[in-house]
């Protein structure tokens, strides 16, 4: 099966908002996981379905005829596409199932519904699918990573492809006129309002995707690993945080207090119009601007990518990845071939050439980035923060879609002067522990 309608991954994300969906997920919960079933040595013909992204279909396709998985294995490949968010792809798995089957064998899935699914118990454990030196092929990063976002209670439940942080892009045309250098630290981007920011031409030093329900808890989750802690503790890294994005908006005058209210498309919007010299984003940025839409405008100088600014938790938060991967749905109607063509996609082999397929399947695995084009922008830019060690773990909450929810809420209310710290701090903190 699939559904008629195409988003782009753009779009996916813009969709995906945050929905409470973790008190959902407890109650469809089945109370007991089945061990997997054992992989055949040798399995030929048969039939499994994959789930993924419309962004990412012809990618697969592609992937797929050029490894000739079929061909080798004899088990023939429907790709069947995600819904258009998070909240109908938890109803449409869970209410599956419950009936003890699913609508697909092997879902490519982001790092929140990874979350849901493994602690929900639809997904099949793989450590025992996995090769023994897997782990080895991957960054430290990615390591540290899969430990928290793919694991529970150290089983493994998703291998991830695609791995990419935010990254800071900078005007050097702009900062080389200025005759200065890209902001390094807290206090280096707090006096980049008073050297870019000119309110009266609607000229800022930076700008951001801070709208509630898709936007402001990634940014709170960067500001606050920058301040060496997670949101969700409510602790003083958090505050440090808060108190910071404030400065920023309101006393320093380096960030647009418009971000509250706009997306990434906006925010892209700024940079091409020329408003702003710097910004954190999302890597698709690079590909906006360097579309034909954009072929006029378009320099390298105009869109160059730097460290991100270090916060008082150090280098190793600076930024952190998200990821999408692969992983086995327990009540596959295929499992033996399900875990078949897992195996094949997470092998070194095929993760080198699906890196040549598209960049949806970029990461910063020994082997991928070995193989990559060394003088593509993208793959530049991901050995840059790589080498570099500045790549933490995303924070983490156990019921990570109902808790941002509350971290939106109630730092909006601050951040748009509706409460004070305290009262923000003491909302969040309130709620939360209702979580647990």
């Known amino acids: 099966m699939s559904v008629s309608r195409k988003l782009s991954r753009r779009q996916f994300i813009r969709l995906a908002g945050a929905t409470a969906a973790g008190a959902a997920l407890a109650a469809c919960a089945p109370a007991t ?28 396709k592609d992937l797929l005829a050029k490894t000739e998985f079929t061909k080798k294995t004899g088990i023939d490949v429907e790709i069947v596409l995600r819904t258009d968010t998070k909240e109908t ?33 639809y997904m099949v454990g ?14 430290p990063a990615m390591v540290d990573y899969t430990k928290t976002w793919s694991t529970l209670n150290g089983e493994t439940f998703r ?7 935010p990254y800071w892009f900078y005007r050097k045309d702009w900062f080389d ?16 309002g008073a050297i870019f920011t000119d309110e009266a031409k609607g000229n800022w030093a930076t700008i951001d995707g801070l709208t509630k329900g898709a936007f402001l808890n990634v940014y709170l989750a960067w500001v606050t690993l920058q301040a060496g802690g997670n949101p969700f503790d409510v602790g003083p890294e958090y505050k440090a945080a808060l108190e910071y994005t404030y400065d920023l908006m309101y006393t320093s005058k380096a960030l647009n207090p418009a971000s509250l209210q706009s997306s990434y498309d906006q925010q892209n919007s ?23 839409d954009n072929k006029a405008w378009f320099a390298d100088d105009k869109v160059a990518v730097g460290l991100p600014p270090v916060g008082p938790g150090g280098k190793g938060g ?27 996609l997470v092998s070194t082999e095929v993760a080198v050439e699906a890196m040549k397929v598209g960049f949806w399947f970029l990461n910063a695995r ?12 993208l793959v530049k830019s991901l050995k840059m923060y790589t080498d570099a060690g500045v790549i933490g773990v995303r924070p983490h909450h156990p019921r990570f879609v109902e808790a941002l929810t509350i971290i939106e809420d109630t730092a909006a209310a601050y951040l748009t002067k509706q409460s004070s710290l305290d009262e923000s701090m003491n909302q969040a903190k309130d709620q939360l522990a209702k979580l647990v």
């Open 159 to 165: 291998v991830i492809h695609n791995w990419e942080m």
């Open 318 to 344: 600076s930024t952190y990845a998200a990821g999408w991967g692969f992983g086995i749905v327990k009540t596959s109607p295929n499992l033996a071939e399900a875990k078949e063509l897992f195996k094949f």
């Open 126 to 139: 793989l450590d025992d699918l996995l090769p023994a030196d897997l782990w080895d092929d991957f960054s």
């Open 366 to 377: 020994k082997s991928v980035l070995a193989a990559a084009d060394p003088d593509n922008w």
């Open 270 to 292: 700024a940079y091409l119009g020329d408003k702003i010299a710097f910004m954190r984003q999302w890597p698709y940025f690079g590909d906006v601007a360097r579309n034909d």
């Open 33 to 60: 996981t089945p061990a997997p079933t054992a992989v055949p040595t040798v399995l030929k013909g048969g039939k499994v379905r994959i789930a993924v992204g419309g962004w990412a279909e012809q990618n697969m």
């Open 177 to 192: 006129q200025k005759g200065t250098a890209i902001p390094t630290t807290w206090d280096e981007v707090k006096g980049m």
């Open 89 to 121: 792809e938890l109803t449409r798995l869970a209410s599956a199932v419950q009936s003890n089957t699913s609508p697909y064998d092997v879902i490519d899935f982001e790092d929140e519904l990874t979350t849901s699914f493994s602690q929900a118990g």
